[in-house]
């Protein structure tokens, strides 16, 4: 019989769309990264789906564990994060919850959820040069005199509202305690024991977190989606207190705390030849180096 | 010969994915409207091309001079507003210029961002129970009554920051100058007349310039879409202030600033039985109302 | 001694910019819903905090496994949904990983993601209505018949790919196995046997996890919420598989795939009255109905 | 009197939360860039605020009608760029129009959207290097050059649906005609016409904007931001036509569109060790290099 697809096919009529090795459905069947959706659905957790996803295997039991130890520590931090006020800013105009979730995603930028990424990466760059476990502490050592001598921060150290921030001692501890600490977090606790020694600076949740997910095979470049996935119940609670708790498009902001630095207001004269007249304004305005302008 | 194209139309397979009446693209040729590109270009200005794709006809000269008043008027309102600040904040975390246009976007919700499209709507349908210019007044009347009755706030009138919005006035004046003013911009005059005898409250731009845009012909759902147009170049001057003049990633709060009202903080106790410890808290807890969970 | 602070409280200068119940944080302390985040790292697992987080308390280990599965079902369904679309097309552009997240979330609108809240929604009102559970069946009878007479869909039932959703007679077997399925539970299933005699219609996903949903105590206003958790992951591989397997800014549509249907292209005389020129072909123009502006 | 300013400036309490210096807010007056908001209502157009808000600048009359121009060439390519589909996908799911609109701006990324940015920061770059009007010449061959040893695209040339870009001719046509064309121009023309002598490239729409915008004094780094102004009122008029014209949560692909090259599915044996079993599948399925996996 001729069909739509056989004559695709014998003609070489352009067929596929999209393509994809993640999920493949059929009439009645949905498979992700290789079993069946309701095998899935019975016999593994949430985080192991994610880690399924992310790496495409199943993690082993205590890998599963880790990973859902790393999720809960990313849940919250309640309004001090700029995601979680914009978050909140979006929600108190009336947008709904998708929208005011995706306003705060959008502001994950490398500069507030790049930490993670970033650690990641120095880890497994580092890591890749290191030939037997000694080697570490002396990569620790390089590792913190290049950045020193490049007045570079370290990712994954410090926080700024936090001297010691409590998440990060105790996913450490659980990842010694499940056997899921490598020679990334060998790597991390070294740098820290000297910049701790020098700076009174502490390992922070995203060093740890970034760590401990490189020991557990997951690539640099995944680090911020782990983040999201750990964070998005937190802002959704947020979104929904704000949209339940406060008046909407409440007043945030006095005029008193907004400074103005331009230029000082002026009139625009009525004229019959207003180009004359802007030109005028303008040559003298181009004197003045303008503070913000592109 | 046998192509692609002819086989697809013989046999009536599916041939079109999209379709749209907006903008025709040939090879070497794109026409807007049933106008070509090059065309445009040469003769209209910009906001004529709004007025073309928002209405599908070109304006008038006195048209176009109007709609190019109503979209200067819209062009900032400093960081006062929620919409700002999310660019602002999503900005400082290193989001890029589009990302941070798209989050302060979001938050052009119906509180926020509504008020000229269902001032839009008001008027318009309103008007359309209008059969003579003298009914007007009294309509007014009766649209201020039905808003007072149901304890609803008329869109388009009073401004958290100004008493007397310095926009409003003068669009009004320079619609009454370019003949723009019709029975929606009338009405919305007289209702204004009756707000201020009452409750000293005026007209603010967005009923101005929703009225004016009703007379000028645009259906009221273009109304949040002619106020995004209008405010787009203030969020990307605001986002590359940001992006220049401020540090990346500034805290903009302090701890002290927030208040939490949640639940008491507590240690869930280590036991062998973690189901029944967490039960026992959980019955506990049931008894208090949550204030914010879903 | 006199600080910022006490100063504040004396005067009563505005001291708190925002207040939550979600998390409380202290120098070296954050207690979300009441435990100390420690705590919740080393005891509970992913889904648990998103109950937490969304309920405000902690579930049962039924109720955490119950939580599990349905998080699981949610996690991808390929490229079918115009919301994985969106995510790819984004990526493809070069957009980093958080924006296209963002993009892809903007596309759980009502119309794609809102079933699982309307199938909460209805099951919960209808639920209230009922004494007894003698009761359920004639209320889903009832239902139905409302749904039919005012040719109504009842959401949750029916898949535009499946005839059998091969994840909801899994997860109501789920929901058997861990007894959480309850009134809700039942309603839908009832109101399943009867659209599946007269028009084999069954239950699908999202209709089967709102029962469920419904019956651990989640309030309707956090379907979208649990569904977009529940799908982050799948978004986040398939970004991933579009920014590592396919060429940026692919050519994704041919122009003969594109159906122009407006205004047939002519040319905007040259005039020296460009006025008088617009308006004759305004005029004109203005005759047809104009089948898409506003 | 002591008010709470008063006070907040006696002790030195932080003032000040947000500091710009592109609109001045007071009580009944905005003012921006220097200008009364008034004035700029009767006197200037929407491009000329554009101007003033990028630049810090009013443009002379001759850079107002450049700018228009600009604006107008970029306000729709039909369905074809990634950032339209995503316009439409997303209103199609019942997504409110800003959330559309933020959706499809999430797709301006640097492949799809930066080709005017890159155009820019190249011909300022190159001019910068140029101290008299003879070196533009030999500065384009140069640059061509350095672009073939690298195997680089030059940013601004060629089109994939277009052989000669008919917006790019007229644009140029109407720099020369309002005295707007600079070096940046010229030397823009220079690399065409080699291009188009030794691989009949011509330049695009991009790269003509790109390069009058450079003559006009805007810094590269708004480019982005000129073509979201200018392609805004073309979003918009396909958002709303997929919203009013099309039926909501249309089916966009079929199931046989969409290609599966990842692991053949198979079932998760049932098991009482499924820790075991589940370690087993990964082994083997670790031999595996995945293909799309982080």
């Known amino acids: 019989m001729i069909t739509e697809k056989s004559l695709k096919e014998t003609f070489k009529i352009d067929f596929y769309r999209w393509k994809t090795a993640i999920t493949f459905i ?3 069947c949905i498979a992700t990264r290789g079993y069946f959706l309701e095998d899935l659905i019975e016999n593994v957790n949430f985080a192991d789906i994610i880690f399924l996803l992310l790496t495409g295997n199943l993690p082993s039991q ?3 564990k880790m990973l859902n130890a790393i ?5 919250d931090h309640s309004i001090t994060p700029p995601s979680t006020q914009v978050a909140r800013l979006t ?3 009336g947008s709904t919850l998708n929208a005011s979730v995706a306003a705060s995603l959008l502001a994950f930028g490398e500069k507030h959820a790049g930490a993670i990424e970033k650690a990641m990466r120095l880890f497994q760059n580092t890591i890749k040069l290191c030939e037997t476990e000694e080697d ?3 990569l620790a050592k390089k590792t913190i005199k290049e950045h020193l001598q490049n007045a570079k921060k370290i990712p994954g150290y410090g926080h700024r509202y936090h001297h010691k921030d409590p998440r990060a001692a105790k996913i450490l501890k659980v990842a010694g305690k499940l056997e899921c600490a490598g020679p990334h977090t060998q790597l991390a606790k070294e740098i820290e024991k000297t910049l701790h020694k020098t700076k009174k600076i502490h390992l922070n949740i995203d060093g740890a977190n970034a760590a401990i997910l490189s020991d557990l095979g997951f690539h640099w470049s995944a680090g911020t989606g782990i983040f999201m996935i750990g964070r998005l119940p937190g802002l959704i609670a947020h979104i929904n207190e704000e949209k339940t708790q406060e008046k909407p498009f409440r007043k945030t902001l006095k005029l008193e705390e907004i400074q103005y630095y331009g230029k000082k207001p002026g009139k625009l004269r ?3 030849n207003l180009d004359e007249t802007i030109q005028q304004y303008t040559k003298k305005y181009k004197k003045l180096k303008h503070p913000t302008a592109f």
């Open 136 to 138: 570490i502490p002396s």
């Open 270 to 272: 009525e004229s019959k």
């Open 71 to 75: 999720l809960v520590s990313l849940c």
């Open 91 to 93: 929600a108190s105009t």
């Open 62 to 64: 205590k890998e599963s």
């Open 26 to 28: 059929g009439k009645n």
